[in-house]
């Protein structure tokens, strides 16, 4: 019932607010979550793009190695904030509950604990819970934290300097910006009519200009060429004319065809054929002289330790 003066329930009660007011706390907290959730979505999106995806990559590396080092990091605050407890919960308000203890011991390792209030509670304690903190929870566990994400960052560096010398390169050093523009020319497709010829026009690798909207797609070599391809022979070079005649029963032109070796810079000269599959054999055979040659090393230990243990027991056992 609301009046001028007061609001009251039917039975002439005061409303009680309290529901309203855990629903209004819900709502904030849950307003919360949502923008932390819509930052890792965000995180996700810049996923597409490898200059933009350095963090989540690092991440997703170091992941492993954090997760199993993390229990080590929880154990030793565990251990260090009921240490802590024990030690000022009695004199201290900052230690006097668990709760506030683990507050308290995670900002000493941020760098922000007093230690001469410490001191002022408890000068035997003090420094027996803080020089120990300080060797074992900063100059030793945070800095291993610390090399595992640098480890992490150094694994992603490395996989993106091998992207950047395999076919992948066009991709390593594709820009965002040249990225958002492609996208942004992809919406402005039904206008295409309209667009000035430079928006519509695109430089391959090999410096030719082809139609940005009717130059064949990714998705559209995939189609024609998956039955091309050989998976047990992918290093082989096919011509031309071998190529039109594995998709002489496909629905495609020959300039389509040769847009596609185009817009992908699939031509190879015929005379660097025999180069390129001597380069092709050598990168096949590299990698297992390699294996070869330390089952070898391998092999000649073996029979070195094993003629040490045979002389060690002809000289324990003599004739």
Known sequence: MVTADQIVMPEGQPPNFTGLALLSQAYFVLNGINVLLTLVRLLGYLRMNPNLSQLTDTLTLMLGDLAQFAVILITLL??????AHAMFGTVMPEFSSLQFSAINTFEFVLGSGDYWALNEADAVAAPIFYFPFVFVMIFVTLNITVAIIMDGYAAMQDSRKKMAESDLKSVVDLAFSTQVKNGILRLLSPFRSFLPVSWRQIETSNGILLDRYAAPTAKEVLMLLQDVIDDEDDTRILSIEDVKKKLAQKQTTEERIEAIFDRYDGWVDPNATDEHANQSLQEMITPKLKKLKEAVVRILKE??????????????FPA
């Open 78 to 83: 565990l251990a260090f904030m009921l240490m």
């Open 303 to 316: 029979q070195k330790d094993l003629e040490e243990k045979i002389e060690l027991i002809v000289r324990a």
